[in-house]
C-alpha cells in the first residue's frame, strides 16, 4: 500500500473537543473558533450535535452556533445526529451534512446512545433515508475500534463488520475512532487490514485520541495503509463523556506538523492554526494541551 499523496483533515474540535468540558461555553465562543478554524484553512470543521441536552448539554446549542456562524465557501460544516429527531432538528437548523454515530463495542454503544449496536443500526436506516431524500451526505462513525473502556480489546473483524454495516448503509466515509487513545500503530495495522478487506480504505478515515501519545504515530502508520483522511482537534481539545478515561483527540497543529513534514499538502495554515490552539486554551483557562502551540518558534521551523 502506499502512502497517500493528499490528506483531508476534519477538524472536530468544536463538537468532539468541547463536547467534554465542564463549564458552559458561550455561543459566541464557539462560532468565533469555528470562524477562526474557516480562516486556517481547515475544510471540514464539526460544529456540534444534536443529541439529548440530558446527555451532552455542552452541545444543547447547537442550532443557536449553526444560526450565528458565518460558512465559508468550500467549507463543510457537519454535525452529528444520533436518530431521526436529531437528523430532523439538524435539517431544520441548516445543517447540509450530518454524521452518525456508531461502536465496536456492545458496552460502549449502551452507554453512550443507550443501544445495542444491531439496534443503533436499525435506528441510523431512517436517518439515511431522510437524509438521502434531502440531498445530505452521511458520514459514518465507529467508536472503540482499538480497545473499550468497558470491555477491553475489542477484534479486528468485530471492527470490519460494524465498518460495513456503515458503509454498505450508505455512509461516504466512515471515521474509525480510538476513543480511549489505547491503540498502538500495531494494533493499528491489524484493524485496518482487517478492515480493509471489506470496505475500501479511500472509504476511511482515522480519529485518533492522544492518552498514551501514540496518535501520532497511528496516523503515521495508517498512512502508510493508505488511509488519507484524520480527524482532529485544535489544541488536543477532547474526550468524550461516556468513556471514562479518554483524553483529548490528536491536536490538528500536530498532525499538520506531521503531514507537512512528509511533504503532504493539507492547505491549512499552521501559524492561524497555532493562534487559534492558543486562543481556544486561553478561553477555557487551560494550558494548551500540543506542545506546538506552547513553542514560541515551532512554526518558523517548518
Ligand atoms: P434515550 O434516552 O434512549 O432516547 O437517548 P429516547 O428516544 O428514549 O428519548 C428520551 C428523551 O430524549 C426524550 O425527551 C427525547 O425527546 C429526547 P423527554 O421526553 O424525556 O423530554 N431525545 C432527544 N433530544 C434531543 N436530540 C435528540 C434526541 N433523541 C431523543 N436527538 C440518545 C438516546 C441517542 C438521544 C442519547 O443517548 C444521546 O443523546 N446520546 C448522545 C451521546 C453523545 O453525544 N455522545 C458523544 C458523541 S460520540 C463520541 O464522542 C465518539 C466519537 O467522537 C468517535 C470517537 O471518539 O471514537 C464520535
Ligand atoms: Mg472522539
Known amino acids: 500500500m502506499q502512502m497517500p499523496g493528499k490528506v483531508r483533515i476534519v477538524e472536530v474540535g468544536p463538537r468532539d473537543g468541547l463536547q467534554n468540558e465542564k463549564t458552559q461555553i458561550s455561543t459566541e465562543t464557539k462560532v468565533e473558533l469555528i470562524a477562526r478554524l474557516g480562516a486556517a484553512g481547515l475544510k471540514s470543521i464539526e460544529t456540534g450535535a444534536f443529541v439529548s441536552a440530558k446527555w451532552v448539554p455542552q452541545m444543547a446549542d447547537s442550532a443557536a452556533v449553526m444560526q450565528h456562524m458565518v460558512r465559508l465557501e468550500g467549507v463543510n460544516y457537519p454535525v452529528l445526529t444520533p436518530n431521526l429527531q436529531g437528523f430532523e432538528a439538524a435539517l431544520a437548523a441548516g445543517a447540509q451534512e450530518i454524521s452518525i454515530f456508531a461502536s465496536a463495542s456492545e458496552s460502549f454503544s449502551r452507554k453512550n446512545i443507550n443501544c445495542s449496536i444491531a439496534e443503533s443500526l436499525e435506528r441510523f436506516r431512517p436517518v439515511m433515508a431522510a437524509a438521502n431524500s434531502a440531498g445530505i451526505p452521511v458520514r459514518g462513525y465507529l467508536s472503540c475500534v482499538l480497545g473499550c473502556p468497558y470491555e477491553g480489546e475489542i477484534a479486528p473483524l468485530q471492527v470490519a463488520n460494524v465498518t460495513a454495516a456503515l458503509y454498505q448503509m450508505g455512509c461516504y466515509e466512515v471515521s474509525l475512532g480510538d476513543t480511549i487513545g489505547t491503540g498502538t500503530p500495531g494494533k493499528t495495522l491489524k484493524m485496518l487490514e482487517a478492515v480493509i478487506k471489506l470496505v475500501p480504505v479511500d472509504k476511511l478515515a482515522g480519529h485518533f485520541h492522544d492518552t498514551y501519545a501514540q496518535a501520532l504515530v497511528n496516523i503515521y502508520a495508517s498512512l502508510q495503509m493508505g488511509v488519507a483522511v484524520y480527524d482532529a482537534s485544535v489544541s488536543g481539545l477532547g474526550g468524550c463523556p461516556y468513556a471514562t478515561g479518554a483524553s483529548g483527540n490528536v491536536a490538528t497543529e500536530e498532525v499538520v506538523y506531521l503531514l ?42 517548518t
Open 260 to 301: 507537512h513534514g512528509l511533504g503532504l499538502e493539507t492547505g491549512i495554515d499552521l501559524d492561524a492554526l497555532v493562534s487559534t490552539s492558543r486562543w481556544i486554551s486561553e478561553q477555557l483557562g487551560r494550558t494548551p494541551k500540543a506542545s506546538l502551540a506552547l513553542s514560541a518558534q515551532a512554526t518558523r521551523l
